[in-house]
């Protein structure tokens, strides 16, 4: 085996989209400058040891084959919050811009943009030339297209990126203005964010003809050929793509293949080129010599939602309870066999984000909890649910196992009920549950790590609707600061859900497979730099 470990974990930190002023007050940028909370004092780059990644290869063709555990439940880029769902959109959709791991902003099917002063006016100017796969040209027309069909039909989690929308105008085929209906500190990085909901651009010909549940029109580097359900996506090389020279293979299959097992058998005989394993499977790759395993500290982070509209969740005693019950590490040790870290709602590369054991109710005192139960009314505990994710990974599977463990510590005895997707999203989005296991991914907008999802959980306590209105309104020297409080408040009041633990993440590759090179978002653009020699 050779092991190549991607050696760089950094800040997606917080820009402002500014240079200077010009006449009419307004600014023109096509990469965002660092906002003033991007100083040193404010943004790190911690370095993993790291081996030189191969070039993006040259053109070579041929048929890239990836295995995946959880297939989309939608190619419509509205339509789910779900991290598995959002691959594809990645391969088949171009957004305006994308943000880069030193916070600034990579122009894409915008080349650059203006911003007026108080921060409500955008004016893009879009790429010319660019086709959308049914062969349509890119005009401003699919972007006013885009978002206005975002916002009417969007979910909750669209909503949250792009609702602020007030209106989007065409001035041009090749020029648009979104002005918002409020300020938004995040605005620009939910646009730029790598995965795209609800701004992934879509051809308003395509939406009409075909439905964007079922098939995906868009301007991105891989064109949707098929889908067999739950088996096989299948994509060709967009020949059509104005980023030159990508993608570096003809065709693209996503088979999803649930067993880890049956996927490293795959892997091993060569029926796939790439996979994700989770740890037990890594270890067992690292005898292959056939294979290469890519290690890289990710911004996912394993949560549960406390749902705070059932008794006796709703009690905040009663939650902090069970937040002193958890010991991190040993969840890190057991469910992730040591590849990853304690971590709190922020991941730990922004430097103004607060340890765990620097939170309140985070570090684990079984006595403290014992005594806040009983105080609460609970002296001899009770029961819960444990709604659990199946299928998702099986660190998810031993980690609900430690955390019955030690929740029964403390008197609180538990049931694990371990459902299917379409099952565990049709209850968490109704609340139907009292403890289930999460995961979130990365976030380009850091508020987006401490935005309340409010039908997953009772009322939120008014000081958290006042500081996360406040993370809205915010300037750019002020919102480290809000954030920072509003991380400490979701932690002292429990809600709306504990952070746990971010995890190491694989990719594992045949040797003739060059130019991987994953990063800490766990995104699969990469792929579109891969080639097979």
């Known amino acids: 085996m050779r092991r190549s470990i991607y050696g760089l974990f950094v800040v997606l930190a917080l820009v402002a989209a500014s240079c200077s002023s010009s006449a009419d007050d307004t600014t023109t940028t096509t990469t965002a400058a660092p906002s003033p909370t991007t100083t040193a004092a404010t943004m790190t780059v911690t370095a993993i040891t790291t081996t030189t990644t191969e070039a993006p290869p040259d053109p070579t063709g041929g048929t890239l084959i990836v295995a995946e555990t959880t297939p989309p439940v939608t190619f419509d880029p509205t339509q789910s919050a779900l991290i598995k769902t959002w691959f594809p959109w990645q391969l088949s959709f171009d957004g305006l811009m994308l943000v880069q791991p030193d916070g600034s902003f990579q122009p894409r099917l915008a080349t650059d943009w203006t911003i007026s002063d108080d921060g409500l006016v955008y004016t893009f100017n879009l790429r010319e030339g660019v086709v959308f796969h049914n062969g349509e040209p890119f005009e401003a027309d699919d972007v006013v297209y885009t978002f206005e069909r975002a916002k009417s039909e969007g979910i909750p989690y669209t909503l949250a ?123 067992v790759l690292e005898g292959d010599s056939n294979v290469t395993i890519q290690e890289i500290v990710s911004a996912n982070v394993v949560r549960i939602n406390v749902n705070s509209g059932r008794p006796p969740l709703d009690n905040v005693d009663v939650r902090r309870a069970i937040s002193l019950a958890i010991d991190r590490q040993e969840m890190v040790d057991a469910a992730l066999l040591g590849k990853g870290s304690p971590s709190s709602h922020i991941p730990e590369g922004y430097a103004w984000g607060i340890a765990p054991e620097d939170q309140p109710y985070n570090t684990r005192d079984v006595a403290a909890a014992k005594q806040l139960l009983a105080d609460a009314g609970f002296p001899d505990g009770f029961h819960l649910e444990l709604m659990h994710l199946a299928g998702y990974g099986t660190y998810l599977d031993r980690n609900m196992e430690v955390l019955a463990a030690q929740l029964e510590e403390i008197g609180i005895t538990t049931t694990i009920v371990p459902l299917e997707l379409a099952s565990w999203l049709d209850r968490l989005l109704t609340a139907e549950f009292d403890i289930t296991d999460n995961e979130f991914s990365f976030q380009a907008d850091p508020f987006q790590y401490l935005r309340v999802r409010r039908e997953r959980q009772g009322p939120a306590p008014a000081v958290i609707d006042d500081l996360e209105e406040a993370a809205l309104a915010a300037s750019a020297d002020e919102l480290v600061g809000i954030l920072r409080e509003l991380s400490l408040t979701q932690a002292d009041l429990v809600y709306p859900d504990i952070p746990l633990m971010a995890r190491v993440a694989f990719t594992a590759y045949r040797n003739n497979i060059v130019g991987v090179n994953q990063d800490f978002t766990n995104s699969y653009r990469f792929l579109i730099n891969v080639g097979k020699n």
């Open 161 to 283: 990126r792009v609702g602020v929308i007030d209106t989007i105008v065409a001035l041009d085929t090749h020029t648009v203005v979104i002005t918002l209906s409020k300020f938004d500190s995040g605005f620009m990085n939910n646009l730029a964010n790598t995965y795209p909901v609800g701004t992934a651009i879509m051809n308003r010909e395509a939406g009409k003809a075909s439905d964007p549940a079922v098939f995906m029109v868009g301007t991105g580097p891989f064109k949707m050929v098929s889908y067999a359900p739950e088996r096989e996506l299948v994509f060709e090389a967009n020949k059509d793509y104005w980023e030159a020279d990508r993608p570096k293979v003809d065709n693209l299959i996503i088979r999803y293949i649930p067993e880890q097992q049956a996927q490293l058998a795959a892997l091993q005989a060569g029926e796939i080129d790439i996979m994700f394993p989770v740890p037990e499977t890594a270890l």
